[in-house]
């Protein structure tokens, strides 16, 4: 039996089958010498399971999900950063966020389930976001306001905050023009 949370938690975010959930902890303890398995080994035949059963992706290009960095070394700091889905694999997505793309698998990612003209919006936020991030001569208080925007995961901003981001684009000659 397991001893700790940690030895079942990509067990459980696998979202299989009682029996399947059963019969990978038997093939971990196998694989630790009938010992209790570190999580990495449960995480291994996780892997190998769903690889074989095909569980579809749920997410689509053009969605708006934020980014659960749980387990994963190259979202740390990122926990409530919001993106938009660019690529859509088997088992993963790649989410353009104000910072950078990340490559995340499907359990590292939480859709807002939106509107389609509410993802419109948030992903013309997300270009408008990345353009002030590429001004390398930005003051530190522009990735103050990017890192506030790059987590608020709402489809809208308010007058204040429009009147912000609009102030630091023409600080910085950035013209944005309103896709219809």
Known sequence: MPTNERQLRFLAKAELEPTVQADVWQQAVQQAGNKIPFGRIVKDVVDRIRERTKVPNPHHIGEICILLPKDSPELRGKGGYWGVVTHVG???????????????????????ELLDEDCQFMQQLCVRLRQLHQVDSRDSSVDWLLQGLGKQAKPYLSSLQAKLLAAVEREYNLVWKQQK
């Open 90 to 112: 088997d088992y993963s997505c790649t989410v353009q966020t104000w910072d950078g793309d990340y490559t995340v698998k499907i359990e590292h990612l939480k859709s807002l």
